[in-house]
């Protein structure tokens, strides 16, 4: 028909689609794949971060992998991780489910929960710190006893602190997840069950739990990776301390990389990093699995 009408052949829709994709993984590219070759790379050389890079083989890796403070850092890190997600996943699902309610209240409530997500690291470190000072803070100020310990000086309490300062900062984050998907939920679950006589406990352990079963994985999978990154609230906070209680993999890293001018273990530090948060990424996948009569009623 077109070579009798003179006009061109009408280009499909789909073929357009992958020059959408196109910025997208230019992009990705450009500040992922590139920077992770570099520093694979890296990781085999010997540089100070100034002068010329000196091919080294090994060198590098053998140091991080014989460093007793290795497995300690590895350690810290999947602590804190362990314990942050324990803090963060039960209050962010109850605090999701909560704002995914209909009162009007409940939005303003949901604008003042996230303001902790909208400041910066570092400034949250800083004020906490601040608070915290033993002479100086929050306990001092108001004469209270139980406040006015050495919270940044004791290595169980500053664990403490690191997991709560993270847990305070991140948690609207994940509620915003959940309160998406409690709002995915169809409607007609729910009453169904209350014709049940099902209250809203049950229904939440009933219907909300199994529901966010994917949401779970999903929030999870940020939380878990997330983590691996705490660098400069931990920085500013407690820089590693006491001794090397709050030393995470992320501070070790640039401890030898900015500080000793060891960008080659650094950078072997940083593929350890990337390789494990990969694994986790992926184990967490295989255990949340994906059905598709599942996912059709799951709500995010």
């Known amino acids: 028909m077109s070579s009798l009408t003179g006009r061109p052949p009408r280009r499909e829709p789909r ?8 910025p997208a993984l230019v992009v990705f590219v450009g500040f992922a794949v590139l920077p992770l070759v570099g520093a694979f790379a890296l990781s ?26 290795l497995p300690h850092a590895l350690w810290v890190t999947f602590l804190v991780m362990a314990v942050s997600w324990a803090v963060q996943t039960p209050m962010s699902i109850l605090l999701g489910t909560f ?25 949250i470190a800083i004020a906490y710190k601040a608070l915290l000072d033993p ?21 169980g309490l500053a664990f403490g602190v690191v997991v ?4 305070w900062q991140f948690i609207p984050f994940h509620s915003l997840i959940y309160q998406g998907g409690v709002q995915q939920i169809p409607k007609s679950l729910y009453e169904a069950a209350q014709l049940d006589g099902a209250g809203r406990i049950r229904q939440f352990f009933s219907i909300t739990l199994p529901q966010l079963k994917y ?16 660098f400069d609230l931990i920085f500013v906070l407690t820089e590693g301390g006491p001794g090397d209680a709050t030393r995470v993999l992320a501070l070790d890293m640039y401890k030898r990389g900015f500080q000793a001018s060891l960008m080659g273990p650094a ?8 390789l494990v948060g990969l694994a986790l990424a992926l184990l967490l996948r295989r255990l949340g ?11 995010a």
């Open 15 to 22: 073929s357009i689609l992958p020059w959408l994709a196109a």
């Open 164 to 167: 709560f300062v993270v847990s």
């Open 267 to 274: 950078s072997a530090i940083a593929v350890i990093l990337v």
């Open 44 to 69: 085999f050389t010997t540089w100070d971060g100034i002068g010329a890079i000196h091919p080294s083989g090994l060198t590098s890796w053998r140091a991080v992998l014989t460093d007793p403070g």
């Open 215 to 230: 949401t779970i994985i999903t929030s999870s999978t940020l939380m878990v990776v997330g983590s691996l990154t705490f």
């Open 99 to 123: 704002m995914a309610g209909r009162q009007r209240y409940r939005a303003v409530l949901g604008v003042v929960y996230f303001v902790p997500l909208m400041l910066s690291s570092a400034a």
């Open 135 to 155: 002479n100086f803070g929050l306990g001092a100020g108001l004469k209270i006893k139980a406040l006015s310990q050495d919270w940044l000086g004791r290595p």
């Open 289 to 299: 699995g994906r059905d598709a009569g599942a996912s059709q009623l799951e709500g």
